[in-house]
């Protein structure tokens, strides 16, 4: 399949002790490993298995993810800014990939 | 060998037994709970106004249905939510996602999107820092189901 693309929707500047909404998302099918192709065989499960998403090294948000989850798995959640600093997502692939995505927040 | 008819009765009867055994009791049904036994440890979960799950009335496709959890914490290093399991009583398995939150969330707030597979019960269970477990229900109808062919 095409390579999993993660895109990641996060304000730039927020002031300290602000609640931020945070909108990821990221290109894969989500192979549930339940399905049947067209040969009649089931298609091996593969899927993204773990999100995290961490500010600083200190973990915001991370969801352990089964085959339900939709294809493109979307998540949207929020942090409490401490302050500036980095984020850091990451997506596991079931076949040992792992995508990263880093963002910026300055305080403003 | 040679049966007899009460034998033959008796091998017939069993047969029947083994044949419906495994359809008997909600074979589906039973994940989600023994989901739940895996998650809480067999703690009491209360089912109150703590956790609130948003999912649409009626789903047209089962392929991406939007699911929202909230969960009424003031979510300081001393009273938050730990971790949020997401399960889905009628899929084939009852596992969905285990949401784990973190002081720095602010809020345990997560919106996601979920297959179902058909027209059944979402359920979303709390873990609180401490130590109690708290659910929410919300029954979703499928026009669709998402599960492939």
Same mark, same amino acid.
């Given at each position: 399949?095409?390579? #999993?693309?993660?895109?990641?929707?996060? +304000?730039?500047?927020?002031? =300290?002790?602000? =609640?931020?909404?945070?909108k990821?998302?990221?290109?894969?099918?989500?192979? #549930?490993g339940l399905?049947? /192709?067209?040969? /009649?065989?089931?298609? +091996?499960?593969?899927?993204?298995?773990?999100?995290?998403?961490?500010?600083?090294?200190q973990?915001?948000?991370? =969801?352990?993810?089964?085959?339900?989850?939709?294809?493109? +798995?979307?998540?949207?959640?929020?942090?409490?800014? +401490?302050?500036?600093?980095?984020?850091?997502?990451?997506?596991?692939?079931?076949?040992?990939? =792992?995508?990263?995505?880093?963002?910026?927040l300055?305080? /403003? | 060998?040679?049966?007899?008819?009460?034998? $033959? !009765?008796?091998?017939?009867?069993?047969?029947?037994?083994?044949?419906?055994?495994?359809?008997? %009791?909600?074979?589906?049904?039973?994940?989600?709970d023994?989901e739940?036994?895996?998650?809480?440890g067999? $703690?009491?979960?209360?089912? @109150? @106004?703590? &956790?609130?799950?948003?999912?649409?009335? *009626?789903?047209?496709n089962?392929?991406?249905?939007?699911?929202?959890?909230?969960?009424?914490?003031?979510?300081?290093? @001393?009273?938050?939510?730990?971790?949020?399991? *997401?399960?889905?009583?009628g899929?084939?398995?009852? $596992?969905?996602?285990?949401?784990?939150?973190?002081?720095?969330?602010?809020?345990?707030?997560?919106?996601?999107?979920?297959? !179902?597979?058909?027209?059944?019960?979402? *359920?979303?269970?709390?873990?609180?820092? @401490?130590?109690?477990?708290?659910?929410?229900? $919300?029954a979703?109808? &499928?026009?669709? %189901?998402?599960?492939?062919?």
């Amino acid at each position: 399949m095409a390579k #999993s693309k993660p895109r990641v929707k996060v +304000p730039k500047t927020a002031a =300290v002790g602000e =609640v931020i909404t945070i909108k990821t998302l990221i290109s894969h099918k989500m192979e #549930s490993g339940l399905r049947k /192709g067209k040969d /009649g065989n089931l298609v +091996p499960r593969q899927i993204i298995n773990r999100f995290t998403a961490e500010f600083e090294g200190q973990q915001i948000f991370a =969801v352990d993810i089964d085959p339900a989850i939709s294809a493109n +798995p979307f998540l949207e959640f929020t942090m409490k800014v +401490p302050g500036p600093g980095e984020f850091t997502f990451t997506w596991v692939d079931d076949d040992g990939s =792992v995508y990263t995505k880093k963002s910026k927040l300055k305080i /403003g | 060998m040679k049966l007899n008819r009460r034998q $033959a !009765l008796a091998l017939g009867a069993g047969a029947l037994f083994v044949t419906l055994t495994p359809f008997r %009791g909600g074979a589906l049904a039973s994940t989600a709970d023994e989901e739940i036994k895996a998650f809480t440890g067999g $703690a009491t979960v209360m089912e @109150d @106004d703590i &956790v609130s799950l948003t999912a649409p009335e *009626i789903a047209e496709n089962g392929n991406t249905v939007p699911i929202g959890v909230s969960v009424d914490s003031p979510m300081t290093s @001393d009273n938050y939510v730990r971790r949020v399991r *997401i399960l889905a009583d009628g899929n084939p398995r009852a $596992a969905v996602a285990t949401m784990h939150f973190s002081p720095l969330s602010g809020s345990a707030e997560a919106n996601t999107r979920m297959r !179902l597979a058909k027209t059944q019960n979402i *359920i979303a269970i709390a873990e609180l820092s @401490d130590g109690t477990y708290h659910m929410a229900k $919300a029954a979703v109808k &499928v026009t669709i %189901g998402g599960c492939g062919g």
